[in-house]
């Protein structure tokens, strides 16, 4: 077993078999991220609070009530045994660095990615709105409005890129790794305590990427609970049912412990009042970990969409080229089949409609379509639409492209409500016509740091924002809404009239520019308040940079904000990838700050300004480029 690394800290290792190099991934990201996995850890747990203190006590509750822990251990159990010694080599190289681990400890922390990443919180929202306003406002705060936040993935033949868009945490969210066996040899993003590589990765002569497919996976159920004769009870759609009630003890640090009451019903666990959560992974115990050696082993289009066709959640919408030439397009995860108010609001528990199907939605795999004798249009660009209604972009050079931007389309509109605008992909498809290259297409915007006019333009709207908070007509939208303050982000009405802002305007028939003139809001450069602002991890006490951003909500380069609550960036881009299928050693890729989490390290934020200005570091493929460190050294 070798660590070789490169010149900005970035692990690529090298075992004789699958299991030691599982165990030398672990025992790397504890020495590499062992702070962040080991918060990771505990907050599949719902234990944080035990080291943070009270401010982590909202996440330990709902960590606790929503079964994350038993939920990993299920679908641990559950696994292939090839996938558990998998998962076990893993654990054992985390914990020959220094850091206490389970081998389903992987699948929490990859919950604890994911679990708020899905749609549930929006029903929460929608019902406030529903039944504040009425059904007739719901449309106004539909994500799927002028602005909205999302990823970008595209394809050309012989190259993959894009940049997924997250929270924007410190240390980051994905951790560049290369790993290489006698079966394989893969570089890509995975998440710190995940073994393997997820979501985007190079093997070689194949590579793929993700972005969200938008699809509703995650149903809430209003739950009728009684004193039953022999404990609680729900009543189900075939009459009263038995529910699992328990209590644990959250322990504070420097505080009192609190006790949770937990109960799940047949839908699933009580998450809030009496609101149960119904997911693919908790009620198939299966979180879709069996998909990953078969997609690390892959080499062709057709072996990464096999593997994945075993994934669970969270949904996503996949692109895969090889070197064949083939570009393929996939939705991976298992969408539930079931009445159409399930995806808007919590629905009666009781009623028969609303219960889950036997079988899961059909979901699309297909090639990209290449038309060499398409017409073009007036710009040279022709659009030929496949058997699936997918459109591909094949401009005059007879060359095509596929655009994934969380936008509806044909292959994934039926499994979903909320959708990013169509005009990130369009943008897209416009610059790859144009020839661009990757790198600019990831930075494209209208909103540059150093623009008066966009800093104006911002101010306005965010001025704009808080003139509606004040409008009578929403006022019942600021009435208690009954929720978990665990929910803010998704239930806070100032966050959403700011998110929503042109579709509330057009609900009230409101004119912007009546509301507050634009002439009224000074000017002053965008970057001075649009600064990188990352979630810091707990615990972590670091003097970070001020760093002002170029980009908005509604561009290329989606580094958000909420207009009326804060021009601050805690958004965006969490890494960036160019993967060339020709020839790997010009792939290249980026991540917003470091492949290390301890501020002492060189490699804590030395990838930061080659994020900010654009730029990518190289991915390094000749071993003898790379610094080897002897294993008695991590």
Request: proline letters at 8%; hydrophobic letters at 45%.
């Amino acid at each position: 077993m070798k660590v070789h690394r490169d010149d900005h800290g970035i692990p690529h290792l090298r075992a004789g078999s699958i299991d030691e190099l599982a165990y030398l991934q672990g025992r790397v990201t504890a020495v590499d991220r062992g702070r962040q996995i080991e918060v990771e850890r505990r907050r599949s747990e719902g234990r944080l609070a035990e080291i943070a203190g009270a401010d982590e006590v909202g996440w330990d509750r709902f960590a606790r009530k929503v079964r994350l822990d038993d939920t990993a251990r299920r679908c641990f159990a559950t696994c292939l045994p090839e996938t558990k010694r998998w998962l076990e080599a893993y654990a054992d190289g985390v914990r020959a660095g220094g850091i206490d681990w389970h081998p389903w400890s992987s699948l929490g922390v990859f919950q604890v990615q994911h679990i708020l990443f899905g749609t549930f919180p929006n029903k929460l929202w929608r019902a406030h709105v529903e039944r504040t306003l009425g059904a007739h406002a719901l449309p106004w705060f539909a994500v799927e409005g002028p602005v909205s936040s999302g990823s970008n993935a595209w394809a050309v033949p012989g190259q993959i890129a894009g940049d997924p868009h997250r929270l924007l945490e410190l240390p980051g969210v994905y951790q560049q790794i290369r790993l290489a066996c006698p079966e394989f040899d893969v570089a890509g993003l995975t998440f710190p305590g995940v073994p393997g590589v997820q979501h985007f990765g190079h093997a070689g002569s194949v590579a793929w990427a993700v972005t969200n497919a938008m699809a509703d996976y995650q149903d809430l159920y209003l739950e009728e609970l009684r004193a039953g004769p022999a404990g609680v009870e729900a009543r189900g759609a075939a009459g009263w049912e038995p529910v699992v009630t328990l209590q644990e003890t959250v322990s504070v640090r420097d505080a009192d412990s609190i006790l949770v009451d937990i109960s799940e019903t047949p839908r699933g666990p009580i998450v809030d009042g009496n609101l149960s959560l119904r997911t693919p992974a908790r009620a198939a115990a299966d979180l879709g970990f069996d998909a990953l050696l078969p997609l690390l082993r892959s080499s062709t289009v057709d072996d990464v969409a096999d593997a994945l066709s075993g994934w669970v959640e969270p949904v996503n919408s996949v692109l895969v080229a090889d070197t064949t030439g083939r570009v393929v397009q996939l939705t991976a995860g298992r969408v539930p089949v079931r009445d159409d108010r399930n995806r808007w609001v919590p629905v009666p528990a009781w009623e028969p409609a609303h219960q889950w199907k036997p079988e899961w939605a059909p979901t699309a795999r297909f090639d990209v379509a290449t038309v060499a004798n398409a017409n073009a249009n007036a710009t040279g660009v022709a659009t030929a639409v496949n058997a699936n209604g997918v459109a591909t972009a094949v401009n005059a050079n007879g060359v095509a492209s596929v655009v994934n931007a969380n936008d509806r389309r044909p292959d994934t509109e039926a499994h979903g409500i909320d959708f990013a605008p169509p005009a990130r992909a369009r943008r897209i498809r416009h610059l790859l016509d144009d020839g661009t290259e990757p790198e600019f297409i990831h930075m494209d915007t209208a909103f540059e740091a150093s623009s008066a006019e966009a800093g104006q333009a911002a101010a306005w709207r965010s001025a704009v924002a808080r003139a509606l908070w004040e409008h009578p007509a929403l006022a019942p939208l600021f009435g208690e809404s009954g929720y978990d303050p665990m929910f803010a982000p998704w239930t806070d009405p100032r966050g959403r009239i700011g998110i929503a802002l042109d579709g509330v305007l057009l609900g009230l028939g409101l004119d912007p520019v009546e509301v507050v003139p634009p002439s009224s809001v000074p000017a002053a450069p965008w970057g001075d308040r649009h600064l990188l602002h990352p979630l810091l991890l707990p615990g972590l006490f670091v003097d970070f940079p001020r760093t002002p951003l170029s980009g908005s909500a509604d561009c290329v380069l989606n580094t958000s904000s909420i207009p009326g609550v804060s021009d601050l960036c805690w958004r965006g881009p969490v890494a960036r990838y160019v993967w060339d299928l020709a020839d790997r050693q010009r792939s290249r890729w980026v991540v917003p700050f470091g492949a290390v989490d301890s501020p002492e390290s060189p490699h804590f934020l030395d990838q930061l300004p080659h994020w900010v200005a654009g730029s990518l570091v190289p991915l390094v493929t000749d071993w003898d480029r790379l610094t080897v460190f002897p294993m008695e050294d991590l």
